[in-house]
């Protein structure tokens, strides 16, 4: 089970493995550990290493490397989403062996991480990155992405901006010989973000990438296979794994905001800073992040708002909310064209209700649907729970006013028993 | 020598094309709503601003178009919401009747959400026709809610007016998909094969988008 938060709206689930395939001796992480340079006496980098936490958008080439390095390393948590399975011509390029061929990537490098290092919580996700959620990596402490998506590298930048959490994105470029690894920092709204650094190219290519159907559901399109060798991508996963090594341990100079590039043909490294561009189309704010006592549910939106510091008019005008991965619907209608008030927050794809006319589902209507809904839409719901104005209770809620933002999580248990059990 | 102006006509296009939207006056009335929804605006500065803009071309291009569309509604406090007036014949046939009815226009909802400067967009996430029911086109589903889809997919930062302009041409069938067998289907095969065989029931009008006749001061936004 997830310990980001409460089960129902998180989509990973946990790997374990059977009995037989569990080893009999666990070798302590201390025994190869070298003394690195400039890492004071008094720090125990396998002890910082065992609590590092670590989110995979992408686990192919580059990511499954990436990933079974940080699993030798022992680290606390990991978390691996990949949508796609290996194909035949994944054996020119990833290690994996004619076996893997057809299984789910995230499922198959989630076994190995877990058999490699059994005391790591491994969680795995086969399915895209914009389905997990806004919160699905928001306990990571560093995010690892390798796909060959842009829409999901701008979509995951986005999500790990407004959680703060630092994120790293290792790639290739097989007929040049070179392999990148950019790492954003994600600190404030002036950090640069994956969107600022698309080049022209790269935003035609987005537009491009996907096609939708009627429904509003993406339609697999052609992939975009990586044309490398194996090597170069193994060098772009161990140059990533290099940076957050570095980054966890504090070894060196800072490697935040910066972009590492190695090139076969010139054997040489540069390292360029990475910058924010003015007039990215991605929303920069970097909220604060509270955990509530109990669960977000029995909570009222005006009690989160006040907490939140929001300006408190009488009706907190100014502010809006989420509501976990919901929209307010203010408005549903029948098959029958009967409409009428819903005014709940709904999941997507859910039914809105039932027909107070005919009995028939009520289908929210688009127009009359918010992701981020303004307070005076919730007239006389603010002093309710949050439980109240959903069908699911939700484990997250969100209240903005202006630029600022503050998300709020329900207390996390299970990772709170992990800490005691320690 | 001093040149004189032989008599160019006045008329409401922009100088520029729809680039040139930024600088068309609004008038007084159209000011004085821009403003109201400017003031309630959220969102961060950048999403306020880009909401403001588009607000305005959209407001703009009302004036210059007051034969085709009026803002009725303006929201900006969190998406830019919008309700249209659209003036256009719109080609309607109610349940179990096979005839085919032209109105004179639909009520629009455009809603635009800060996601969609940053990523591909579904081209039915933008519109939804509010009135008339049963609008019968290949990319209006036959049964509400009556989403109008522009494309298979709307390109990220795609401006507010250009959406628009796809929503007229897909209303009055200047532009329309009606291959059922397209990879992204349509919402009402009926509809398209339908106009697969009565391509002179399409309801055309001659009269453009842009209103040429000279400026004329106008009440409403």
Redesign the interface.
Known sequence: MCPTSIEPSCRFHEVLLGPDQTPAALPSRRARMPRFLSLPESTDPSSILSRLRVGFLGVGAVGRVACTHLARLGLDTLWICDSSSYKAESLLTQPITADDVGRPKAQSVGHLAKRLSPSTRVYAYDGPFESLGMTAFADADIVLMATDNI?AE??CG?TCLHLGVPLVQASVHGATLTAQVRFWGNASAESPCP?CGLTSQE?SA?????????D?AP?PTAPNPTTSTSHLCAIAGDLAVNQILRFALGLGASVVDQEIEWNGFTMRTCTTPLENRPSC?????VWTTHRTRGPVGDCTLRELARAAGMHDDGRF??A?FRVGDTSYVQRG???E?H?QAVERFVAQGSSAGSCASCGGEL??????T?????S?LLTGQLERPIRELCQEPPDWAFV????AGVLYRSAAHRETNREDAR | MRLTDVGRRETNRPGNGLAGLAGVPLGFNRERFLEAAVAVSGGSPAWRRRKAAEARELLALSRLARNRFTIEQLDLSESLRAVIHLHAPVPTRRPGCDELVVLPGALLGLQYRQQALLTPQPGASFIQILEPEGVFLAQVPAEPPYRLCLAPTIPPGTPCKELLLSSYAALTLQTFQIDVGHAAGVFNPVAALWFQDNPGRIPLTHEPFLDTRPAAQEARP
């Open positions: 829409r701008v979509e986005q969107a935003r987005l537009a491009g990438e996907v096609l939708y159907s009627c509003g339609l189309p991605a929303d920069h704010a005008e100014r809006s209608v029948c098959r064209g409409g289908i929210p209507e688009p127009f009359f918010h992701d981020t809904t303004p005076r903005r006013e202006n630029g």
